[in-house]
Nanobody, 129 residues
Framework: EVQLVESGGGLVQAGGSLRLSCAGS????????IGWFRQAPGKEREGVSC????????YYADSVKGRFTISNDNAKTMVYLEMNNLKPEVPAVYYC??????????????????????WGQGTQVTVSS
């Protein structure tokens, strides 16, 4: 059974940091790109970051560049999202997802949620001002 399980969400003050974790199982982990998405109430889900678990290539949305860092530990089939200097925004649920779409196609499609086959249940992040 394929599983992606997120953890690490919570309440943090603006300017603070959180580290999200995504634990994967039941699929060939290093054949996939793992992405992080977030969704606020009433808004579309948006791609935040992605990583090629085979070669470590990373992708970031412009809104998080310089503040968020994605990394992976293939031995533990884990992907992490280190979020620094968090901005006060409406609460959002952060999801990790897996796609088998490879480079170079994924270079242009990593933010497209339809490209992802597997999804976690999400973890809530709230940044207070």
């Amino acid at each position: 059974e394929v599983q992606l399980v997120e953890s690490g969400g919570g309440l943090v003050q603006a300017g603070g940091s959180l580290r999200l974790s995504c634990a994967g199982s039941g699929f060939s982990y290093d054949d996939y790109h793992i992405g992080w998405f977030r969704q606020a109430p009433g808004k579309e889900r948006e791609g935040v970051s992605c990583i090629d678990t085979f070669n470590g290539k990373t992708y970031y949305a412009d809104s998080v560049k310089g503040r968020f860092t994605i990394s992976n530990d293939n031995a533990k089939t884990m992907v992490y999202l280190e979020m620094n200097n968090l901005k006060p925004e409406v609460p959002a649920v952060y999801y990790c997802a897996a796609t088998c779409v490879a480079e170079p196609v994924v270079d242009d499609t990593w933010t497209d949620e339809d490209e992802y086959s597997y999804w976690g249940q999400g973890t809530q992040v709230t940044v207070s001002s």
